[in-house]
């Protein structure tokens, strides 16, 4: 039971989000249509990767794909969700893009490895736009009521689970180094950072964007 609920929290949970945003969302806030298409990405093409690893099934690919996509949906969805909008968002994602096509000439063929290079760089990518979410909310008048954003909720999901993969991805990539156990051990955590994640995530749509809740109008002032 507990190996069924780790190898499958990347689908059920992010489908557990995209259930609750259908469910609790009446009024449409920003960032709430990036985090559904997040949430709906992950659980198809990770419950598809997951249905490939059943059967034996090469699934390498999903993974290199699934990074493209994260990368556009969660880096906007982190900028929508900033009180300040960080312009060059699609020059970081034109370059991040360029680099997954050259790791995947020179380092990480699709069908045969697994994108740790890619994931990794994203991690660190998503690590700064949280950062940098948190800098410029600190400066907004929305910090006086943080724990009613929507924003601080989701955002410190997405900056958890990224700190944590950059450090259980490097033990992946270098697994050879490591004794079995302990490369188990570090997919272990990345699974339950993700379900950490999901759970912020979760605590930031039921408490801030429930249909009797006025706590969405603190999503950002300024965004209006």
């Known amino acids: 039971?507990?190996?069924?609920?780790?190898?499958?929290?990347?689908?059920?949970?992010?489908?557990?989000?995209?259930?609750?945003?259908?469910?609790?969302?009446?009024?449409?806030?920003?960032?709430?249509?990036?985090?559904?298409?997040?949430?709906?990405?992950?659980?198809?093409?990770?419950?598809?990767?997951?249905?490939?690893?059943?059967?034996?099934l090469h699934n390498l690919y999903i993974y290199h794909l699934f990074t493209m996509l994260e990368a556009i949906l969660?880096?906007?969805?982190?900028?929508?969700?900033?009180?300040?909008?960080?312009?060059?968002?699609?020059?970081?994602?034109?370059?991040?893009?360029?680099?997954?096509?050259?790791?995947?000439?020179?380092?990480?063929?699709?069908?045969?490895?697994?994108?740790?290079?890619?994931?990794?760089?994203?991690?660190?990518?998503?690590?700064v736009f949280c950062f940098r979410y948190f800098i410029r909310l600190a400066k907004d008048d929305n910090i006086l009521h943080f724990q009613k954003l929507a924003g601080f909720w989701i955002v410190s999901g997405f900056l958890f689970y990224s700190v944590v993969s950059v450090l259980t991805l490097s033990a992946y990539k270098y697994r050879e180094l490591l004794p079995e156990s302990d490369a188990i051990i570090s997919w272990k955590i990345q699974q339950v950072a993700n379900m950490i994640r999901f759970v912020l995530i979760y605590v930031g749509v039921i408490w801030c964007y429930r249909p009797d809740s006025s706590s969405g109008l603190y999503l950002s002032d300024r965004q209006r």
């Open 74 to 127: 969660v880096l906007h969805l982190i900028n929508t969700l900033s009180p300040e909008k960080y312009k060059y968002i699609n020059v970081v994602l034109s370059l991040f893009l360029c680099f997954t096509v050259l790791n995947l000439i020179f380092w990480e063929p699709l069908f045969t490895s697994f994108n740790s290079n890619a994931a990794g760089v994203l991690n660190l990518i998503c690590t």
């Open 1 to 56: 039971m507990e190996n069924f609920f780790l190898n499958y929290s990347d689908t059920t949970f992010p489908l557990l989000a995209a259930i609750l945003l259908i469910v609790y969302i009446r009024k449409w806030q920003p960032g709430a249509g990036w985090l559904l298409a997040y949430s709906l990405v992950s659980f198809l093409l990770m419950g598809y990767g997951n249905l490939l690893a059943d059967q034996g």
